[in-house]
């Protein structure tokens, strides 16, 4: 029986799979409430030889998810690593070029250890200023640009729980700031094949 391909989830809220389940981080060991609230779950559910290890925190920022990766990402030895945050920083007034900072730091990081990288979109949330959607928008645009220039997986999270007619609003959502169910599932089927294709070339 061929052993289980670790992947790491590393994020915040909408890793961790805010506000129906807290992570192993949030209520150790294995985390607490619906485990179908993160996509996390819906990724192991389509990939049976997958482990995936949700390292999501509610509320944090990009810094603080950058002092997190070597005890929750390198010290895994994954084989490949999904990266989602920045939502915080822009909910927090800090500007984008923070954000971009810290996520290339990580994206980097990630890259140098040989762990296949999946860039994932800041999601949308309800509350959202005009202006704090044209942050997140430039975030995003970054992200992308950064995957293309680094030959890396580029995930557009924020595409797959959007509302099909507003993409700055969630399809469905529980308290306006997080994915329902239905989203963390459609997080993972958009995840799904680029993380295959990101460890197909490792």
């Not at 993160?38 to 990939?47: C, K, N, T, V």
Request: aromatic share 6%.
């Amino acid at each position: 029986m061929n052993p289980l391909i670790t992947i790491v989830a590393l994020g915040d809220s909408t890793t961790a799979g805010t506000p129906g389940f807290r992570s192993p981080l949030e209520a150790p060991p294995l985390g607490s409430g619906n485990v179908e609230s993160q996509y996390a779950h819906w990724l192991e559910l389509s990939r049976p030889e997958w482990r995936v290890l949700n390292r999501g925190v509610n509320g944090e920022r990009t810094d603080q998810i950058r002092a997190r990766f070597e005890r929750d990402v390198a010290a895994a030895h994954p084989a490949a690593v999904v990266i989602l945050g920045g939502v915080n920083d822009v909910y927090q007034g800090l500007p984008a070029s923070r954000v971009e900072e810290h996520l290339d730091a990580m994206y980097s990081r990630a890259l140098g250890a040989g762990i296949a990288l999946v860039a994932a979109t800041i999601l949308p949330y309800n509350t959202a200023t005009p202006e704090q959607n044209v942050e997140m928008r430039a975030i995003n645009g970054w992200i992308r640009g950064r995957a293309d220039a680094g030959r890396f997986g580029f995930c557009d999270t924020r595409a797959a729980v959007a509302a099909p007619h507003d993409p700055d609003r969630l399809a469905g959502s529980p308290d306006g700031l997080h994915p329902d169910v239905g989203g963390y599932r459609r997080m993972a089927a958009a995840l799904e094949p680029v993380l295959a294709a990101s460890l197909d070339r490792k």
